[in-house]
């Protein structure tokens, strides 16, 4: 197998979980933002194709990594962002670690506790919310509570997809060493409904996202820019609602998704919470609470 397009899952930015691109940021920006997705959603599909061996997934990945660095007629995606981001002056570093992450998901299919996790999250998750960040000229300073959000946002998909990634591709990114404190074993995730530990094992999980979750609930306040301050504000009480929702919800039997008609609800809150803290920051008063609603 290759090229990109035989590795294709036809996904695109409006099936993600979260929004992507969204007409809250600058309609100048749209564009780029796009442009980083593509090559991030192309990579995603090439590690996580079902049937191609791990040979060709490293085989393409390294050329995706040539294009991205100037190589020419190795990849439309990695060409398409290399010319984006030396326009712009941007660094390729944050595709780098997106690639490392693939390369990852590809030879690695259990992580043995929460700090292992963690390190993969570093690479599989930040460098999405730091290419943004830089996109819009913001400050490296937010850069702690962009990464508590985007690993709270994966830790997040890995649990609402636990039982896929097992059955798909013998992946699991629940830590084993938590597993086994519960006394679950990996096959639980093949079950029709998650067993009363395995729920256990997913609600002690939820509460350490929930701690990171808290650490970033300062993060919409602390960018410059009003519009993409109000997409994180958004971005942000999606994912507190979802944390709430695995918390009572099993994902092997339940949906854990928001319905179209859940997320317009909770991004015009979650918008809404964003834009009155602003202001009254603006007013110069002490940022008050956010994301107070229940999802």
């Not at 959000?149 to 039982?163: E, G, K």
């Not at 059955?167 to 060493?177: E, F, K, Q, S, T």
């Not at 300062?218 to 994912?239: H, K, T």
Request: hydrophobic share 40%.
């Amino acid at each position: 197998m290759t090229g990109s397009d035989g590795f294709s899952s036809g996904k695109g930015h409006g099936d993600e979980n979260f929004p992507v691109a969204s007409r809250l940021i600058r309609p100048a920006l749209r564009g780029p933002v796009l442009t980083f997705y593509r090559f991030a959603r192309a990579a995603d599909d090439v590690a996580d194709h079902p049937q191609a061996n791990a040979d060709d997934k490293l085989a393409e990945l390294a050329r995706m990594e040539a294009a991205l660095q100037g190589g020419a007629g190795m990849n439309p995606e990695g060409e398409a962002l290399h010319a984006m981001l030396r326009a712009r002056g941007l660094t390729d570093q944050h595709t780098l670690d997106l690639l490392e992450a693939f390369r990852r998901d590809v030879t690695k299919r259990r992580y043995a506790d929460w700090d292992e996790l963690m390190d993969y999250c570093r690479y599989s998750a930040a460098p999405v919310g730091r290419f943004v960040l830089d996109l819009h000229g913001e400050s490296r300073a937010v850069w702690p509570a962009n990464d508590a959000l985007c690993t709270a946002l994966q830790v997040i998909n890995h649990l609402q997809d636990c039982a896929k990634d097992y059955r798909a591709l013998d992946r699991v990114y629940i830590p084993l060493d938590v597993l086994a404190a519960h006394d679950v074993g990996v096959e639980a995730l093949d079950g029709a409904r998650a067993s009363t530990a395995l729920r256990q094992v997913i609600a002690e999980l939820v509460r350490r996202t929930e701690t990171l979750l808290q650490r970033s609930r300062p993060f919409a306040g602390q960018i410059a820019d009003r519009r993409l301050s109000l997409e994180v504000g958004v971005i942000q009480a999606l994912a507190e609602s979802l944390a709430r929702r695995l918390a009572r919800r099993d994902p092997l039997s339940e949906r854990v998704h928001h319905h179209p008609i859940e997320m317009i609800g909770l991004a015009f809150r979650g918008g809404l919470s964003t834009a009155v803290a602003r202001l009254w920051r603006a007013a110069g008063h002490k940022q008050p609470g956010l994301h107070g609603s229940r999802g």
